[in-house]
């Protein structure tokens, strides 16, 4: 199983960056896919899932999916200096009906290597 992510970068306050992840080597529509972060000396932080957002990005941020392309996406809107940090997909397979139960970083069974955002005051 390999998580592909990509997109990230140097961007100034109040932009945007789209981020990618895609995967490979797993059935897709099998498992849950979501976004962490870790930013500069802080704990690894979950970001998004399915519908559901951290407090400090909902209404900025979005993820979403293409389901054909085994790839998922986390649209970064009116970025801040404090996203600065590395940006993980992560997958798990669907074994909850609850979001909730994948907020939760140990409940991932794949991680993507990770990709930088950098957010310029």
């Known amino acids: 199983v390999q998580l592909q992510a990509s997109g990230g970068g140097l961007v100034q306050a109040g932009g945007s960056l789209r981020l990618s992840c895609a995967a490979s080597?797993?059935?897709?529509?099998?498992?849950?896919m979501g976004w962490f972060r870790r930013g500069p000396g802080n704990e690894r932080e979950f970001v998004a899932v399915?519908?559901k957002y951290a407090p400090s990005v909902r209404g900025r941020f979005t993820i979403s999916s293409d389901n054909a392309e085994n790839t998922v996406y986390l649209q970064m809107n009116s970025l801040r200096p404090e996203d600065t940090a590395v940006y993980y997909c992560?997958?798990?397979?669907?074994?909850?009906?609850?979001?909730?139960?994948?907020?939760?970083?140990?409940?991932?069974?794949?991680w993507g290597q990770g990709t930088l955002v950098t957010v310029s005051s």
């Open positions: 992560a997958a798990a397979l669907r074994t909850a009906n609850s979001f909730a139960y994948y907020y939760n970083a140990e409940t991932y069974d794949y």
């Open positions: 080597g797993l059935t897709f529509s099998r498992y849950r």
């Open positions: 399915g519908t």
